[in-house]
């Protein structure tokens, strides 16, 4: 994993200066803490930052090849799960690989499959391939690695990170009304495509882009579609093992140390419980870490959305396979202390100390290990959340997974968030998504409502999961990948039947059934529960502490914040985002916001 970042002008060469493009890098440094390079042609600067993770010695980047004459450089974030059948496909054609690093096969499937070579990988990319002529752009299917870019003048601007954005002199943060919206309404999900920021752009997931003399072309090479499904239920259970175990297994490919995120919930557990199979196949132990906060055990308070606690099951869990297992303890100082640490690594406010912790656990994990394995996408592909079997979330008119839409904006002075014209603008675009989400005439009704629950989910919600974990741990210089977000396996649920996927009433019935030789009964049919957070008192009053302590020497929020209204809230513990996000998280969630209004010296037009 890396970061990548860079500046091109094909009719003005003077307008680009290295030596930005080399501050922007230096942004990034904690993507790729092992080394650093730029690439320079008349009017282009290329750069790279490099964590070492396949062919430590031979992966330099930006990495150049010659070929037919031409000469080709890549600058590339990633990590690509099925080399080694594009590396015979490259080699049938006779081409000489000089590493076994990813990036010359990214690089050489570009050179000799041009605009369709994106459609070969399986793994998680963002990269650019400059050939003299133009660039060429693509992102992986669902945006686990991010790219910005900006079009400034002749010149287009690109970076791994909002971040590495900001520090150039053209582009500015300045926040437009509705990217202020964005942040109040569904923070922290984000529209596809864009930013908050007027002059910055997002690649969308799954989305390709040449940049040339004559600007910029964009385009989808790959989507989800709706078609009829006509085998039996057994075929499905089949072959969700074979696509789930093949996808675990494919990702365990790595020169460095590596691990597996167990919660003991079914997801993370598949993912060990494959994983850890295949190190005994080869005499070794597979190494496994596990979360907890201080003070939750005497704190615990369950809910429909955490209705136990995950430590008992994720201990179980690692003896039963016998797995090396740490468990990783955040102090709750350190979870509020990190609060805007992870707002500044995710250049947005975020999910509150969901993020901070995850942050500290992943500065925990390097000091072992650098790549970890996560269960991440499982409840968005297979229907684990509510929303998915309860059609008074999903079609209650917002985004189903925001229980409480008019929450945070009440807590803002109107003036601030234009409530009801926010409201609306968010609405919008929760119904255009509705429009676009592939179905089938043929669809039953539980059907139709299972396809709509997975686009939205994969579309917003688990952009959002992703873009935290790639974050949060890429700060701390681990490389997390994600079984789950493979496009077969989405591309194979999207159309299997509900009442398979749901049998028994059951969430993710159909991933159960095809992990019985994997798994003991006791996590098999455990009820879902999500990423823990903390339930420790002491948590809330510190945040309270700390934001009122912002609010005495920050100008930004004071004059915006209707205290009242904040003060209202707290107590309440109602869940008002996702499974996890009540009034503590709120708080904390206003701590973000200052931080990174004041730390961007954020201008709203």
Not at 162 to 187: C, N, R
Not at 539 to 548: E, P, S
């Amino acid at each position: 994993m890396c970061s990548i970042c860079g500046e091109i002008s094909f009719l003005n060469p003077c307008e680009v200066n290295p030596d930005v493009v080399s501050e922007m890098s230096k942004k990034m440094k904690h993507r790729g803490p092992d080394e650093s390079d730029i690439f320079l042609d008349k009017g282009v600067a290329l750069a790279h930052n490099r964590l070492s993770v396949i062919d430590i010695e031979n992966g330099h980047q930006p990495m150049s090849v010659v070929y037919g004459n031409k000469k080709y450089t890549i600058v590339y974030n990633g990590e690509i799960y099925n080399t080694e059948e594009i590396k015979k496909d490259l080699k049938r054609k006779g081409i000489f690989l000089k590493t076994n690093c990813d990036t010359e096969i990214v690089l050489y499937a570009y050179i000799l499959y041009g605009e369709s070579a994106p459609c070969m990988l399986n793994g998680i990319f963002a990269f650019c391939v400059y050939d003299g002529e133009k660039a060429f752009f693509a992102r992986d299917h669902f945006g686990v690695k991010p790219l910005y870019y900006s079009k400034k003048g002749s010149s287009l601007i690109f970076a791994s990170e909002i971040k590495a954005m900001l520090a150039h002199p053209k582009i500015t943060s300045d926040v437009t009304k509705e990217g202020l919206w964005e942040v109040i309404y569904l923070s922290p999900n984000f529209v596809s495509g864009k930013s908050v920021f007027k002059d910055i752009l997002e690649l969308s997931p799954a989305e390709c882009m040449i940049f040339d003399k004559n600007g910029i072309k964009k385009w989808k090479y790959w989507q989800v579609n709706a078609m009829p499904y006509f085998k039996d239920r057994d075929y499905a259970v089949e072959k969700t093992r074979e696509l789930v175990s093949s996808a675990v297994k494919m990702q365990l490919g790595s020169d460095v140390g590596l691990c597996v995120l167990l919660s003991g919930g079914l997801d993370s557990s598949v993912v060990s419980a494959i994983a850890s199979k295949e190190y005994k196949k080869n005499g070794k132990v597979l190494s496994t870490y596990s979360f907890e906060y201080e003070g939750n055990k005497e704190s615990f308070e369950n809910s429909l959305f955490q209705p136990e606690r995950d430590d008992e099951f994720a201990t179980y869990l690692a003896d039963y396979l016998g797995t090396n297992h740490t468990v990783l303890t955040c102090p709750t100082t350190t979870l509020a202390e990190n609060l805007t640490t992870s707002a500044y690594y995710r250049d947005l406010p975020g999910q509150a100390d969901i993020d901070s912790s995850l942050l500290y656990f992943c500065k925990e994990i390097k000091k072992n290990h650098t790549v970890g394995l996560s269960g991440e996408c499982s409840d968005e592909i297979f229907g684990g959340y509510p929303w998915f079997y309860r059609p008074e979330m999903l079609y209650s008119d917002f985004f189903p997974w925001i229980h409480a839409p008019r929450l945070r904006p009440s807590l803002f002075k109107d003036s601030v968030s234009n409530s009801d014209e926010g409201y609306e603008y968010i609405r919008e675009i929760y119904k255009k998504s509705l429009r676009e989400c592939p179905t089938l005439p043929s669809d039953t009704p539980e059907m139709k409502n299972s396809r709509v629950a997975s686009y939205l989910s994969v579309n917003y919600f688990m952009t959002s999961l992703l873009q935290r974990k790639d974050r949060m741990s890429m700060a701390s210089g681990v490389e997390i990948r994600v079984p789950f977000a493979d496009h077969r396996i989405y591309e194979f649920l999207y159309n299997v039947p509900w009442e398979i996927k749901f049998e028994g009433g059951v969430e993710k019935a159909l991933l159960r059934n095809s992990m019985k030789e994997y798994l003991p009964e006791r996590i098999l049919w455990r009820k879902k529960s999500p990423y823990p957070k903390t339930h420790n008192p002491e948590y809330l009053k510190l945040v309270l502490k700390m934001l009122n302590e912002r609010l005495r020497s920050s100008h930004y929020l004071k004059e915006c914040l209707d205290m009242n209204k904040v003060n209202e809230v707290v107590g309440t513990k109602k869940t008002w985002f996702g499974q996890l996000m009540s009034d503590a998280q709120l708080i904390a969630w206003l701590i973000q916001l200052d931080y990174w209004l004041e730390n961007n010296k954020i201008n709203i037009i």
